[in-house]
Structures are given as structure tokens and as C-alpha cells.
Nanobody, 123 residues
Framework: QAQLVESGGGSVQAGGSLRLSCAAS????????MAWFRQAPGEEREFVSA????????RYAGSVQGRFIISRDNAKNTGYLQMNSLKPEDTAVYYC????????????????WGQGTQVTVSS
């Protein structure tokens, strides 16, 4: 069992940066792949980025490639999403997830979900 708590969301102007954090409780974090998803109003939840449990493998959605960086600190049971060059279309609720296995990029492939943190980017 794991519980995830996201933080670091907020409002920022286009071109700005935010760093999201995902604090995990329980013993599963260090052996679980972690991912970030987002959901904008009226849209389906979509994959943003994922990282393997070792941190050695990462995946990014094309829309954030080159702007976002995913990382994790297993000693702190915490994952991160550094978001740079933010655009208004990045506005969404961002969720972190853990999965009991390798990287998964689908919502159905995730085992645990956080409650989400709002990111709003104004033009």
C-alpha cells in the first residue's frame, strides 16, 4: 500500500517554471516506477512523464519533451517534475502515480494515484 501527496502546483505566467513534488508513504516507492499524468477541464487524463524505479529510464509525452524533467530520490521517497517554459496549454491538475512494475504510460497501468495539484499557466 502507498499514499501519494503532490505539492508545488500554483499559478505562473507563460515561460515560467514550477517544480512539482510527490511524497510517497509506504515501502513500495523505491521498487515502483513513477509517473505523472495531467487532466485539463473537459479533457481526458493524459500521460506526461514516467521514470523507472532506478531512475535509469525515463519517458516523456511529445508535448513536454525538452521542457519537463522527471526525477526521483528513493532515499527521500519523493519524486519530482521540473516544468520549464510553461505554456497555457500545460494548465491542468497534475497527478503522480506509482506502478508495481516497469514504466507504464497508460492510466490503467498505474497502481496508486495522488490527489492531484493544480497548475495554471497564464498567457
Amino acid at each position: 500500500q502507498a499514499q501519494l501527496v503532490e505539492s508545488g502546483g500554483g499559478s505562473v505566467q507563460a515561460g515560467g517554471s514550477l517544480r512539482l513534488s510527490c511524497a510517497a508513504s509506504g515501502r513500495t516507492f523505491s521498487r515502483s516506477a513513477m509517473a505523472w499524468f495531467r487532466q485539463a477541464p473537459g479533457e481526458e487524463r493524459e500521460f506526461v512523464s514516467a521514470i523507472s524505479w532506478t531512475g535509469g529510464a525515463t519517458r516523456y509525452a511529445g508535448s513536454v519533451q525538452g521542457r519537463f524533467i522527471i526525477s526521483r530520490d528513493n532515499a527521500k521517497n519523493t519524486g519530482y517534475l521540473q516544468m520549464n517554459s510553461l505554456k497555457p496549454e500545460d494548465t491542468a491538475v497534475y497527478y503522480c502515480t506509482l506502478t508495481n512494475g516497469p514504466i507504464a504510460t497508460t492510466t490503467g497501468g498505474q497502481t496508486y494515484w495522488g490527489q492531484g495539484t493544480q497548475v495554471t499557466v497564464s498567457s
